[in-house]
């Protein structure tokens, strides 16, 4: 099957956040794994730019893409960036998109597609929603998915817009990872010593994820905990 191979740009819109939550153990009620805790110098993450979706959009973990090849349902569909920032597609396994724009992953898929599956493929890559305005909140709490950000926010109140901490959740193990000098890095906190006043409650920023540990981690989100060494508090993944 032969398929004449164009170029399409896609501009849709963006809400711009993301909050993360990673935890690393199966306990419900201590602390512990490797990410740090009492981080005094967890900084600012890198101010977002609040933008229109075109071809200069780079594409974030957690955003949501819409594939098409032409004459190609079964490769065709909406895939999610991991927090690896890759998606996982049929035929070609796991691709890096993340910090790429749709244009350069447009190019990518082509190639991979046209090396060995497809005679010059037609791929279609669009943003269907991104992360970048939104903190997005996971793990084990009420409801997951991103919130806005209008103002100043805490950790305690994003947790709390999310439905809370559920029964089978871990609340001295809540992670935010954040992007900071144009690295993705992770501090741990404890949100009981934060409700009795023993820790500050820190603020979160459009772009963050939050996860609370609990059987409700993905299992994606426990092996990337597990890679960050005890001690490191800054550490890029």
Not at 23 to 43: E, K
Request: net charge positive.
């Amino acid at each position: 099957m032969k398929i004449s191979s164009r170029r399409r740009r896609m501009s849709w819109r963006a809400l711009v956040a993301v909050s993360l939550l990673s935890l690393a153990a199966a306990c419900s009620d201590t602390r512990g794994g490797p990410i740090p805790y009492n981080v005094s110098d967890f900084g600012s993450p890198d101010r977002p730019s609040a933008i229109t979706l075109a071809e200069d959009y780079r594409i974030a973990p957690l955003d949501t893409l819409t594939v098409k090849v032409f004459k190609m349902a079964d490769l065709s569909g909406d895939y999610e960036v991991d927090l690896l920032g890759q998606i996982a597609l049929p035929l070609v396994g796991n691709v890096k998109a993340a910090d790429l724009t749709t244009a350069q992953l447009d190019a990518l898929l082509t190639e991979r597609f046209g090396s060995r599956y497809l005679e010059n493929p037609d791929v279609l890559v669009g943003v269907k929603s991104s992360t970048r305005a939104n903190v997005t909140v996971d793990g084990s709490v009420g409801k997951t998915g991103a919130i806005p950000v209008s103002g100043s926010m805490t950790l305690m109140q994003a947790v709390a817009q999310a439905g809370g901490v559920t029964e089978n959740g871990n609340a001295r193990r809540v992670a935010i990872f954040r992007q900071i000098n144009g690295q993705r890095q992770a501090a741990a906190f404890d949100l009981v010593e934060i409700r009795r006043g023993r820790a500050p409650d820190p603020r979160v920023y459009p772009g963050d994820i939050v996860v609370v540990d609990g059987s409700a981690t993905k299992a994606l989100h426990r092996q990337i905990l597990n890679s960050l060494p005890l001690l490191s508090i800054f550490r890029p993944f």
